[in-house]
């Protein structure tokens, strides 16, 4: 498995009581969702990283996964719906949202966590739980009610925000202390997010998102058996 860490600025972790576990944002790229392995590549991946904890100061800490689902196949026809029909980008933006409705529920059956959290109350109940869990998170209403008004870099409603931007941005909101980027490809040695969004690794706001967060984790989940890759700059 391919891993990159890039560092970028300290989150606010001031506000954490020290009874919460430690957060992880997990975007699943909507391309690994085209493949039959990936329940098994996703479960092996999480079990290691489970084992990679074990030694480490933080082990007897609780940690939340909250997964995100990338658009996949569904936000492609929705980009070319938009390119034959004209539709506006605000349109084709919750469009795409619902698409990650759609997959997110695909995301949750495969990995068989239950249903997806949908609530904005409910993910912040999880975590104040005070407990280790594993779920998937559907973002929509979140993002239609409540992203607005919280602090950090908003998201744009066009094209250059995607599900990488959107993980990036609920992570921020959550002071988590990672995000992980599961992907289909290596990050390339020498890049930073910039150079990153440049060759469509990842959206056009997900650099400025990124500086933001603590620590970003890329993860090319179809090399199940390589090396670690040059780490990604802020």
Same mark, same amino acid.
């Given at each position: ?23 992880? #944002? %997990?975007?699943? &790229?909507? +391309? ?7 329940? $098994? /590549? =996703? ?82 109940? #999880? %975590?104040?739980? &005070?407990? +280790? ?7 929509? $209403? /979140? =993002? ?82 390589? #090396? ?7």
């Amino acid at each position: 498995m391919c891993t990159g860490t890039c560092s970028g600025f300290p989150g606010q972790r001031g506000c954490k009581r020290v009874t919460h576990p430690t957060v992880r #944002v %997990i975007k699943v &790229g909507g +391309s690994l969702l085209e493949c039959e392995q990936l329940p $098994q /590549w =996703l479960n092996n991946w999480l079990a290691q990283s489970d084992r990679e904890r074990v030694g480490e100061t933080f082990q007897r800490e609780a940690r939340v996964d909250i997964l995100i689902a990338g658009g996949g196949g569904f936000a492609d026809q929705v980009r070319q719906l938009d390119q034959r029909f004209g539709l506006g980008l605000e349109t084709s933006h919750w469009m795409s949202i619902s698409a990650m409705t759609c997959t997110s529920q695909l995301l949750a059956s495969l990995l068989n966590v239950g249903t997806p959290h949908k609530r904005w109350n409910d993910l912040q109940a #999880v %975590i104040a739980g &005070g407990r +280790s869990r594993r779920i998937v998170f559907d973002v929509h $209403q /979140w =993002l239609a009610e409540r992203e607005r008004n919280q602090p950090g870099v908003l998201l744009t409603h066009d094209w250059n925000t995607t599900s990488d931007a959107i993980a990036g941005r609920l992570a921020r909101v959550l002071f988590a202390d990672e995000l992980v980027l599961l992907k289909s490809t290596d990050c390339r040695p020498g890049n930073d997010w910039r150079m990153a969004a440049e060759q469509g690794l990842v959206d056009e706001r997900f650099p400025r998102i990124a500086a933001e967060l603590p620590r970003v984790v890329w993860v090319n989940l179809r090399q199940v058996d390589g #090396v670690s890759s040059a780490p990604l700059r802020s």
